[in-house]
């Protein structure tokens, strides 16, 4: 009889989060995803990328998960060799994740045409 009352104690206590774990689909699950992990993506066109500075000033569309509204805004990176090939007018994907300051970049590819 412990057993079986131990077994859906730890049944209870850990259904959620496989289930939640398993249905990572749509904005919801985005959403979770992101708050787990921290990172975020994002889409945008590059205005200005300096590499010296590790910066790189992005136009970006609205990132739902951080209840951002499409704006233009700076971003460190966290490598500047994240910035290779990265030119001013070309339209990008990419990573932030949160970090003590604010968000970092954590990864930057041209977008798909």
């Not at 209870?12 to 939640?20: D, N």
Request: one cysteine or more; glycine letters at 8%.
């Amino acid at each position: 009889m412990r057993i079986l009352i131990a077994w859906a104690v730890l049944a209870s206590t850990f259904a959620p989060a496989i289930c939640g774990a398993a249905d990572s689909s749509g904005e919801a699950g985005n959403q979770q995803q992101a708050a787990v992990t921290n990172t975020f993506h994002g889409h945008g066109t590059v205005n200005s990328v300096d590499a010296a500075e590790a910066k790189v000033n992005l136009s970006h569309d609205a990132i739902k998960a951080l209840k951002w509204p499409k704006m233009t805004m700076d971003f460190t990176v966290q490598d500047p060799a994240l910035l290779s090939g990265i030119k001013p007018g070309m339209a990008v994907d990419f990573e932030l994740t949160k970090t003590g300051g604010g968000y970092q970049i954590t990864k930057i590819t041209p977008a798909p045409k």
